[in-house]
């Protein structure tokens, strides 16, 4: 759905999941840092709303929105989170230069997600103007930063669940690697 038709601010607090024993990693850019900082202040006001700690909010900021992807690769090799949000701001301008870095940061975001297990949140505004920007940071839109901190506890709340469903299965069943209640692939062939 559009942005212009709904408020990124706007969610039913009673959907979200307690965020008090989760840990989150923040990368911010530093490029157009009227913006992304403000993305940062939503997100992490957003956090403390649901029960993170300030102890469970960890912040760095990279050069621009093409360093996310590497910033947060890093981040989640070193440090323990169980979710990992890239706000940044790319602002179209005369050249293809925006679409070449939006379509860059979307595909690196993607692909940490699939690559590393944990969740790693767009939390990117692309724009045709500051004045978007600025609308969708806090303005007459709400704030991307309160979007990406939801999706945050969501996917971490998620990502909980299902190692949790794991470790039941285990406990009831065994490894499910080692599950001996179907035939292996290779073995239904005739």
């Not at 297990?117 to 609308?135: C, K, N, R, S």
Request: proline share 3%; aromatic share 8%.
């Amino acid at each position: 759905m559009a942005t212009y038709l709904q408020n990124l601010s706007v969610y039913d607090p009673d959907r979200v999941p307690s965020a008090k024993d989760l840990r989150f990693g923040i990368l911010v850019s530093e490029w157009n840092t009227d913006v992304t900082g403000k993305l940062y202040r939503g997100a992490v006001e957003t956090l403390r709303k649901h029960g993170a700690t300030v102890d469970n909010i960890v912040m760095r900021q990279v050069p621009g929105s093409f360093e996310l992807t590497l910033g947060a690769k890093m981040m989640a090799e070193r440090l323990e989170f169980d979710a990992i949000i890239c706000l940044g701001c790319v602002i179209r301008g005369e050249t293809p230069h925006f679409d070449y870095i939006c379509q860059a940061i979307a595909k690196g975001i993607t692909d940490l997600n699939v690559l590393l297990g944990i969740p790693f949140v767009f939390g990117v505004l692309t724009t045709d103007t500051l004045e978007q920007a600025l609308d969708r940071a806090g303005g007459k839109h709400g704030n991307k930063g309160d979007e990406a901190a939801i999706t945050a506890i969501k996917m971490a709340a998620l990502q909980q669940e299902i190692d949790i469903s794991e470790e039941l299965f285990a406990s009831e069943f065994g490894d499910f690697d080692e599950f001996n209640g179907f035939d292996e692939p290779e073995n239904l062939v005739n």
